[in-house]
């Protein structure tokens, strides 16, 4: 499921990892959403403020999804619909053990034919399906017009 993906994964990143701006962070999720194929469960990690919930919206819209797209921090779960299908988008921040992941219906979400994007994804333990796509945003010392993104 991985080798779907690979292709939206900057070849030329050093080790991997892109300095990237604000429009070409939107830019980059636009695209990844745009080639992404459910079931997919995506793994976004980052500090506060690193763009997580800026990339959410972004692979949404390249996605489809045409309603606004919020952060869920306190409901925990969001869902929204494209044309695609569904899009299930969790912000685990507020967490206190993967053992509470069955209250939010996490077995369903993630065995459901649908699009998962997960902030927050080291608080669902082992939880996490071993295929999650990986992404994680940085900050980048001294300069807060980038981030930076380590896909794959």
Known sequence: MLDIHHHVIPPLAPRGRLAVTYDELVAWGRHFGAAAR???????????GAGKTTLVQAICAGYGVTEPVTS????????????????????????????????????EIIA?????LVEWPERAGARLPANAVPIELEHVPDDDSRRLLLAG
């Open 112 to 116: 459901s034919h649908a699009l998962v």
């Open 72 to 107: 869920p921090t306190f409901a925990l779960v969001h869902r929204y619909e494209s044309s695609r299908g569904p899009v299930h988008h969790l912000d685990l921040y507020r967490l206190g053990s993967p053992g509470e992941l069955t209250n939010l219906g996490w077995d």
């Open 38 to 48: 459910p079931p997919l469960v995506v793994a976004i990690s980052g500090d506060l």
